[in-house]
Nanobody, 122 residues
C-alpha cells in the first residue's frame, strides 16, 4: 500500500493563502501523476490540479486558475499546492492522489491521501 501524507490545511480568511504538501514515496513521484482533489459534504469529489511525472506539465481547473500553483520538490519527495486569494467556495477537504494518467478523474486514482481540511471564512 502506497502512503500519501498531506499537511498544511487550516482556517484562513478570504483573500488569504495556504500551502498544502503531499509527501509520497520516491517511486510514486517518478511513476505517477500527482493530483489534488477536493470534496464538500453532499458533493462529488472534484479534481483541482495535477503535475505530470513524465514532463512536469501542470493542469488546473478553471475555478482555481491564476490563484493556485502546483509544484514538485524531488529532493523532498513532495508535491505542493500553493493556494492564494482563497475564497469561501474553496472550503473543502483536500486530497492528494496518485493518478495512473494525467487526468483529474477519480477512476484513474490508484492511491489517496487521508485528506486535509481547508476552511475559508471570516
Amino acid at each position: 500500500q502506497v502512503q500519501l501524507v498531506e499537511s498544511g490545511g487550516g482556517l484562513v480568511q478570504p483573500g488569504g493563502s495556504l500551502r498544502l504538501s503531499c509527501t509520497v514515496p520516491r517511486y510514486t513521484l517518478d511513476y505517477y501523476t500527482i493530483g489534488w482533489f477536493r470534496q464538500t459534504p453532499g458533493k462529488e469529489r472534484e479534481g483541482v490540479s495535477y503535475i505530470s511525472s513524465r514532463d512536469g506539465n501542470t493542469y488546473y481547473v478553471d475555478s482555481v486558475k491564476g490563484r493556485f500553483t502546483i509544484s514538485r520538490d524531488n529532493a523532498k519527495n513532495t508535491v505542493y499546492l500553493q493556494m492564494n486569494r482563497l475564497e469561501p467556495e474553496d472550503t473543502a477537504l483536500y486530497y492528494c492522489a496518485a493518478l495512473r494518467v494525467p487526468a483529474l478523474i477519480v477512476g484513474f486514482v490508484d492511491y489517496w491521501g487521508q485528506g486535509t481540511q481547508v476552511t475559508v471564512s471570516s
